[in-house]
T-cell receptor, first 112, second 113 residues
């Protein structure tokens, strides 16, 4: 049973436009949500996180929104750049355990 | 560069064999995590160690085992290998912090023929 779901395997966006990546979760005990970016032949790198007590966190071009009632979060990238083309993983952390539970990822392609 | 080092980067072996993957965490990080990424799958949590002790277990097969040594490096042992064990194996480390940020190595790609 997947606790973290990314239902879109891929997304294609034009350079300069907004990219919106979505993630749903089932466990209301998660206390932090994170987004990771992964390029081919590299390990995942941390992008941005949000606490379960917040509904928005912003870092430059990246904003994460959390809707607890819908158990849904989204990552907005504005404006999108070709260098943003990568696989984006949504992850959740539950309580005192440090391990993260990951979604299957969404491959973002930003076209010049 | 995350500061997490994994060796080997690539490994090709045959079914039934045993391999060992090695991970050196970032300086100062006490926790080490192992994840498996198979084709079209997300990152599946295998096991976590904290300062030499097993802290949490995920979907780790009985044929797999891990340990963390006094110098904090960790090894993941995979035995009686099957074709389905072919995957990317990632190690991550962290300082204990509430935000949960993990720092990942570049992974070890295991191919079982």
């Amino acid at each position: 049973d997947q606790q973290v779901k990314q239902n879109s395997p891929s997304l294609s966006v034009q350079e300069g436009r907004i990219s919106i990546l979505n993630c749903d979760y089932t466990n209301s005990m998660f206390d932090y949500f994170l987004w990771y970016k992964k390029y081919p032949a590299e390990g995942p790198t941390f992008l941005i996180s949000i606490s379960s007590i917040k509904d928005k966190n912003e870092d430059g071009r990246f904003t994460v929104f959390l809707n607890k009632s819908a158990k849904h979060l989204s990552l907005h990238i504005v404006p999108s750049q070709p260098g943003d083309s990568a696989v984006y993983f949504c992850a959740a952390k539950g309580g005192s355990q440090g391990n993260l539970i990951f979604g299957k990822g969404t491959k973002l392609s930003v076209k010049p | 560069d995350s500061g997490v080092t994994q060796t080997p980067k690539h490994l090709i072996t045959a079914t039934g064999q045993r391999v060992t993957l090695r991970c050196s965490p970032r300086s100062g990080d006490l926790s080490v995590y192992w994840y498996q990424q198979s084709l079209d799958q997300g990152l599946q949590f295998l096991i976590q160690y904290y300062n030499g002790e097993e802290r949490a277990k995920g979907n780790i097969l009985e044929r797999f085992s891990a340990q963390q040594f006094p110098d904090l490096h960790s090894e993941l042992n995979l035995s009686s290998l099957e074709l389905g064990d072919s995957a990317l194996y990632f190690c991550a480390s962290s300082v204990s912090q509430p935000t949960g940020e993990l720092f990942f190595g570049e992974g070890s790609r295991l191919t079982v023929l």
